[in-house]
């Protein structure tokens, strides 16, 4: 076995190069509709996606997002959103293998079937249990509870990429709870069904290898860092050594 700390930053690329590989997204690419929504590691999933059909020359991460959790000395609203909304290009809605530029998921929802595949990002995740909630700052519940339609209507393939940075330690059903409850202030949270893509299902997803938590946190841009135990067959460490040093450059997130 073998340790490794990876960045917020490396854990984003890592899970984006795992969910382009994930079998129902390869499906979905040949045969029917992938709905990447924006969200900043799904901005990181969408360039690999991207690279899949033809190459992401025109996509950029740099406002593919609703709402952001920035530090207090920088602009936001209560609800992350940002002065400058005319610069959101919209999700990344991929059509039998070819990009929809513009679209978003209220464009399409109605069309979803069984075999397409919905990409959301969250922001509490329940480790022990392989769950996850969702921030919501949206009157109207935002995209997630308008693509829990196709979701739990129509079957459509739930995918929820997220790091281990944003691991919360409660029971999520309770913290939404409080967080709901009439008369509090602030963003609520709803805890959803779908396949939770972290940096643990990534390394086993792209070499087959075991990882685990082990520790976090760092200094000097390795803030919110995390630390990995990773073990299999050799050829497995292997592959997963080779793959985390290819990323592990992986520069910072900049609006």
């Not at 979803?112 to 909630?133: C, F, M, Q, T, Y």
């Not at 079957?155 to 967080?179: C, I, T």
């Amino acid at each position: 076995m073998f340790q490794v700390v990876l960045t917020t930053a490396a854990g984003k690329r890592l899970i984006a190069r795992a969910v382009a590989t994930h079998p129902a997204v390869q499906r979905a690419l040949n045969s029917g509709t992938i709905v990447i929504i924006a969200g900043t590691t799904n901005g990181y999933v969408a360039e690999e996606i991207l690279a899949l059909v033809g190459g992401p020359k025109g996509f950029s991460r740099r406002r593919f997002f609703r709402g952001i959790t920035l530090p207090p000395y920088m602009p936001a609203t209560e609800t992350g959103r940002l002065p400058g909304e005319a610069e959101f290009p919209g999700d990344v809605v991929i059509i039998k293998g070819e990009w929809q530029r513009g679209k978003t998921i209220s464009d399409l929802l109605d069309e979803l079937r069984e075999g397409d595949v919905i990409l959301k990002g969250a922001n509490s995740l329940d480790l022990v249990h392989k769950r996850a909630a969702i921030l919501i700052g949206d009157p109207y519940g935002g995209t997630i509870v308008a693509s829990l339609q196709a979701v739990v209507g129509r079957r459509v393939h739930l995918l929820l990429p997220v790091g281990l940075e944003k691991r919360a330690p409660g029971n999520l059903d309770e913290l939404a709870a409080k967080l709901n409850t009439p008369g509090a202030r602030g963003t609520r949270l709803l805890p959803v069904p779908g396949e939770i893509v972290s940096e643990i299902e990534a390394i086993s997803i792209l070499s087959g290898a075991t990882a685990e938590l082990v520790a976090g946190g760092g200094v000097c841009g390795a803030e919110g860092s995390i630390r990995l135990v990773v073990s299999g067959e050799p050829r497995e460490e292997k592959l997963a050594k080779e793959l985390i040093e290819s990323l592990a450059q992986e520069p910072p997130f900049r609006l």
